[in-house]
Nanobody
Framework: QVQLMESGGGLVQAGGSLRLSCVVS????????IGWYRQAPGQQRELVAS????????NYQDSVKGRFSISRDNAKNTTYLHMDSLKPEDTAVYYC????????????WGQGTLVTVSS
């Protein structure tokens, strides 16, 4: 059974940085394109960044381009989301999962990690 374990969230001031991590266990991690998602209070979950199986290709939502960077370490079954120049509107619970643009079905969601950006 696939398990997703996100970590690294916290409270940060606007303009600050955080690095999120997600360990994926129970599956051949390197076989899947991976995405980072976020869900703000009262909002739908949205895909903010994705990375290809080998890590050579990445895509970003327009609102985070130039500020967020997605990466992965297939040897550690881990994906990272480095977030710079954080804004209050980045406040959300962040999750990892398959890249929904290419996956027929997503894994069950992990617990996510909360990022709170104060103004």
């Amino acid at each position: 059974q696939v398990q997703l374990m996100e970590s690294g969230g916290g409270l940060v001031q606007a303009g600050g940085s955080l690095r999120l991590s997600c360990v994926v266990s129970g599956i051949a991690f390197s076989n899947y394109g991976i995405g980072w998602y976020r869900q703000a209070p009262g909002q739908q979950r949205e895909l903010v960044a994705s990375i290809s199986r080998g890590g050579g290709l990445s895509n970003y939502q327009d609102s985070v381009k130039g500020r967020f960077s997605i990466s992965r370490d297939n040897a550690k079954n881990t994906t990272y989301l480095h977030m710079d120049s954080l804004k209050p509107e980045d406040t959300a619970v962040y999750y990892c999962n398959k890249d929904l643009r290419i996956a027929a079905r997503l894994w069950s969601w992990g617990q996510g990690t909360l990022v709170t950006v104060s103004s």
